[in-house]
């Protein structure tokens, strides 16, 4: 018993620190987000955090990665669950799983992927490289469920440029969003998406632009 809860404490130490700098990195940015912050946040000891992390980097890099795995196992699992059997209908349950994410406190704060790339891109590279590579597996992934759902359809589309469409229309949104303080421009730019990809599967033969 007494093993059970000294490997316990750790890892509880570790996910309330990365749940801390994940609030703070969002609310804050990365250079406004000092370790003595993240730590009071998360109510563990000074040596708790460099017992899971050496620097302030290596914090954001987990908790970033950490973002980007669980919105993914969360759409993912949500695509499951949607009973969707054709590639066409599990395309349309991801976009709907990615609409309802973005009312949950995984995406309702803002994406972490976006806000370390447009703040780190210069003033820390390896925490930009790190996002470029979250979107990256973000974009392929939804890539290839357009690229399935329009072969079912006999369509030629740009995957990877739908892809790229449905990637800015989450950021923007997000980011509008949060300058408005809750107007739900995310919420719009996914349904505007989700009706043109609705459109262009329903076409038949051909090519979309």
């Not at 003595?36 to 970033?64: C, M, N, P």
Request: aromatic fraction near 6%.
């Amino acid at each position: 018993m007494l093993s059970c809860v000294l490997v316990a404490r750790p890892a509880r130490a570790r996910e309330q620190l990365l749940d801390a700098a994940e609030e703070l990195l969002l609310a804050r940015g990365y250079a406004a987000t000092p370790l003595e912050d993240v730590r009071e946040r998360a109510g563990v000891s000074k040596g708790a955090i460099f017992y899971h992390f050496d620097t302030k980097e290596a914090l954001a890099d987990a908790a970033l990665r950490r973002f980007f795995e669980r919105l993914e196992s969360e759409a993912r699992n949500a695509v499951a669950a949607s009973g969707a059997v054709t590639a066409t209908a599990r395309l349309f349950a991801y976009i709907d799983a990615v609409a309802a994410l973005t009312k949950t406190p995984a995406l309702a704060r803002g994406c972490l992927l976006g806000m370390v790339t447009m703040e780190c891109i210069e003033a820390c590279p390896p925490l930009a490289d790190t996002a470029a590579r979250g979107f990256a597996q973000w974009r392929g992934g939804l890539a290839e469920l357009i690229e399935h759902a329009a072969s079912e359809q006999e369509l030629e589309v740009d995957a990877d440029g739908l892809a790229d469409a449905f990637l800015a229309a989450v950021e923007g949104g997000l980011l509008l969003d949060r300058q408005t303080r809750g107007s739900r421009a995310v919420e719009a730019a996914i349904a505007h998406f989700r009706n043109y990809m609705a459109m262009a599967l329903e076409v038949g033969k051909g090519t979309v632009a």
